[in-house]
């Protein structure tokens, strides 16, 4: 049961924050999300809760990373197709300020499925997925990027964009690095460790980033 509430969870949260990327393209899927998607993962997650504590004896230890490896591949498959109907529909979702809060808050959903992914071996296949991940994710990050960049030129600088501007380069670098040894270790799966350390040693620049804003900012912008 906790298995598959904790299944259910993220899957609410995946849910919502697809059908709000949607939106901000002007696409409504939200009636065919909850009809041909939802219901059939909803269906699922009893199998798949049973599935999961009947493999996993080391249950307590392991529930990030399985929780990670069931939502990777979801994620991935998101994005892709959101990707694709950003270039379909030729909206861009510059100018709506919840576009650059919902796609922080999905680039911090991925580093997290990353990190939680490698946190046990999870396979050259599996590896595979989560560089292909990542690169999905740097494009991603792209488009963040350049609407920030968009938005600072149109309305010029303020701490919240300089604040996101920052953040969403550190995600940047740090995304690289996971890349880089996300692809050493799809040749040599000896090498994955280093795409957990690459995140797990970025860490400390993300708390000095998030010291600088919020005691420095308001020093530099302050009236």
Do not use: C
């Amino acid at each position: 049961a906790v298995i598959g509430m904790v299944i259910i969870i993220a899957g609410v949260i995946l849910s919502f924050m697809t059908i709000g990327l949607f939106e901000l393209i002007d696409m409504d899927i939200e009636d065919f999300y909850f009809g041909n998607i939802a219901i059939w993962g909803l269906a699922a997650v009893p199998v798949a809760g049973a599935y999961i504590v009947h493999n996993n004896p080391l249950l307590v230890k392991s529930v990030s990373p399985l929780i990670a490896k069931i939502f990777t591949p979801l994620v991935l498959v998101m994005l892709l197709v959101y990707l694709a109907a950003i270039v379909w529909t030729g909206k861009d979702p510059y100018n709506d300020r919840e576009f650059l809060l919902i796609f922080n808050l999905l680039l911090v959903g991925v580093m997290a499925l990353i990190l939680f992914s490698v946190a046990e071996s999870p396979g050259r296949v599996y590896t595979f997925l989560l560089l292909v991940l990542s690169v999905v994710t740097i494009i991603v990050n792209a488009v963040a990027l350049s609407a920030i960049v968009f938005r600072i030129s149109e309305w010029g600088i303020s701490p919240n964009r300089v604040a996101v501007l920052g953040s969403n380069l550190l995600v940047l670098i740090n995304l690289l690095l996971v890349t880089y040894r996300l692809f050493l270790a799809a040749k040599n799966p000896e090498q994955l460790s280093g795409a957990h350390l690459a995140i797990a040693r970025f860490m400390p620049y993300y708390a000095i980033w998030t010291g600088v804003v919020t005691f420095l900012f308001p020093v530099i912008f302050g009236d």
